[in-house]
């Protein structure tokens, strides 16, 4: 028997490949968007992928399920209350899937949404590892406000809360100290509040180390997991409701997004999405055009910035990294919302002016200075007394609250944000100079 862990870092999600040597078939749970890696795995040890197994229909990326049962004959697996759209087996409480002599055993676990299910492996009459979704985190548990207005079933934060700390109590807890777990997200999800960097753990160390698993009443665990959740990007429902349904093959998707001529220029008014490096940027650009650079979280701030009711032409500063970004685009089901992708070489009409860092030091009363990071951030640390907070995915629709009469600075905490936040505070206020204080955040302290 053997466990394989894949990871994709932007979106720092794990999926796992259970494989029975003696049988030669794979079991896979929570498969991310593109699955070349588990056809590649399943070939590298001469098997066959007879199962899927989804732990619930996932908020923040885009599964392959469907498109590898299509491809493989594999079924797929997932709990009932789900009311998937595709073709399934129901995996409700204490069903069983056996491959070889693997047990791979179900839990209702709700509390993350009200379909969630983990997966216990019993090998050879023992329980060795469980694969949590995202129920149980290293570190944490799951959010429970995303199921609030998505999904088959929906239920309010509190009662989601409530569900969890029966689910990790009377069910995950309830396991031997030694059992692995096997989480669906690491450290950068949004789909928790406080991840450790390690990529699983047992039983018996999160029942030691992880807050959301010490004593405590249920009134007291309900408060705990409700405050200060990170923000809810705008394409996690959107993806609920993808993956309920189950989402188009992955490379004619992908293909499918038109490729425009280098240095196109989009009718007047669209959504330009420029990944372009900033100060590639800040040299010319697009009139309008919002700075989500590429990098580890492109797609997150993409569906966080980007509505999934629109559609955006996408620029890069090669092909190379076109393509990477339509891949990034795909993981969150944005790569059908791409209107046409291209190429810009050239620097375009529209310039941002430049920062002078010791000018506003010494005068930082002549600015409007907009602090763009999450709420809980600037309660943390704050640098500027009368610094206005607008977070980022708020920022498009609330940049009227800006006033002009001065020029507005942007800030964030290392400067990626604020490279898409000065952005689209330039576009949106067209007549106010608009200045990026970028990774020179650092040479101011905290208050």
């Known amino acids: 028997m053997k466990i394989q862990q894949f990871e994709d870092k932007g979106l720092a999600h794990y999926s796992y490949a259970i494989l029975s040597e003696c049988q030669k078939e794979i079991v896979l749970v929570d498969p991310a968007r593109n699955p070349q890696q588990y056809y590649d795995y399943a070939q590298e040890h001469g098997a066959k992928i007879v199962g899927v197994i989804e732990t619930h229909p996932h908020a923040d990326f885009v599964s392959s399920h469907l498109e590898i049962h299509q491809k493989t004959g594999a079924t797929i697996y997932a709990h009932s209350l789900v009311g998937a759209d595709y073709p399934h087996n129901s995996f409700d409480e204490g069903a069983v899937l056996e491959i070889g002599n693997i047990k791979l055993?179900?839990?209702?676990?709700?509390?993350?949404?009200?379909?969630?299910?983990?997966?216990?492996?019993?090998?050879?009459?023992?329980?060795?590892?469980?694969?949590?979704?995202?129920?149980?985190?290293?570190?944490?548990?799951?959010?429970?406000?995303?199921?609030?207005?998505?999904?088959?079933?929906?239920?309010?934060?509190?009662?989601?809360?409530?569900?969890?700390?029966?689910?990790?109590?009377?069910?995950?807890?309830?396991?031997?100290?030694?059992?692995?777990?096997?989480?669906?997200?690491?450290?950068?999800?949004?789909?928790?509040?406080?991840?450790?960097?390690?990529?699983?753990?047992?039983?018996?160390?999160?029942?030691?180390?992880?807050?959301?698993?010490?004593?405590?009443?249920?009134?007291?665990?309900?408060?705990?997991?409700?405050?200060?959740?990170?923000?809810?990007?705008?394409?996690?429902?959107?993806?609920?409701?993808?993956?309920?349904?189950?989402?188009?093959?992955?490379?004619?998707?992908?293909?499918?997004?038109?490729?425009?001529?280098?240095?196109?220029?989009?009718?007047?008014?669209?959504?330009?999405?420029?990944?372009?490096?900033?100060?590639?940027?800040?040299?010319?650009?697009?009139?309008?055009?919002?700075?989500?650079?590429?990098?580890?979280?492109?797609?997150?701030?993409?569906?966080?910035?980007?509505?999934?009711?629109?559609?955006?032409?996408?620029?890069?500063?090669?092909?190379?990294?076109?393509?990477?970004?339509?891949?990034?685009a795909s993981r969150v089901g944005y790569e059908i919302k791409i209107k046409g992708a291209f190429v810009l070489e050239e620097e375009a009409s529209v310039s941002s002016p430049k920062m002078d860092v010791d000018q506003f030091k010494e005068n930082q009363g002549q600015y409007t200075i907009v602090d763009i990071r999450n709420a809980s951030e600037v309660k943390d640390k704050k640098y500027f007394a009368n610094a206005l907070n607008i977070p980022l995915p708020e920022l498009r629709y609330r940049a009227q609250e800006i006033p002009t009469d001065k020029p507005v600075v942007i800030h964030c905490a290392g400067g990626y944000r604020s490279a898409a936040g000065s952005s689209i505070v330039e576009a949106e206020l067209p007549k106010a100079k608009v200045l990026d204080l970028s990774e020179a955040i650092s040479q101011f302290q905290p208050l």
């Not at 009459?125 to 694969?131: E, H, L, Q, S």
């Not at 406000?145 to 569900?163: F, H, I, M, S, V």
């Open 105 to 328: 055993k179900s839990l209702h676990t709700p509390g993350h949404s009200p379909d969630s299910i983990s997966i216990v492996l019993e090998h050879e009459g023992k329980d060795k590892a469980v694969f949590t979704g995202d129920t149980l985190f290293i570190g944490d548990v799951g959010r429970p406000d995303l199921r609030e207005n998505a999904g088959n079933l929906t239920a309010k934060r509190e009662e989601l809360a409530k569900q969890m700390y029966h689910s990790t109590r009377e069910k995950l807890m309830k396991l031997a100290d030694d059992v692995v777990v096997y989480p669906a997200h690491g450290a950068g999800t949004l789909c928790g509040k406080g991840l450790s960097e390690a990529n699983s753990s047992t039983i018996g160390d999160e029942k030691f180390s992880n807050q959301a698993l010490q004593e405590m009443t249920e009134d007291q665990f309900v408060a705990y997991l409700t405050a200060d959740q990170p923000f809810i990007p705008k394409y996690f429902g959107y993806d609920v409701g993808l993956n309920k349904q189950g989402a188009p093959n992955y490379q004619e998707s992908v293909q499918a997004v038109k490729r425009l001529e280098k240095n196109f220029t989009p009718e007047e008014g669209a959504l330009v999405i420029d990944a372009r490096p900033q100060q590639d940027f800040k040299n010319g650009h697009l009139a309008g055009a919002y700075n989500i650079q590429n990098g580890g979280k492109f797609e997150t701030w993409l569906g966080s910035i980007v509505d999934p009711k629109e559609t955006f032409y996408l620029v890069a500063q090669d092909d190379k990294t076109l393509d990477e970004l339509i891949d990034k």
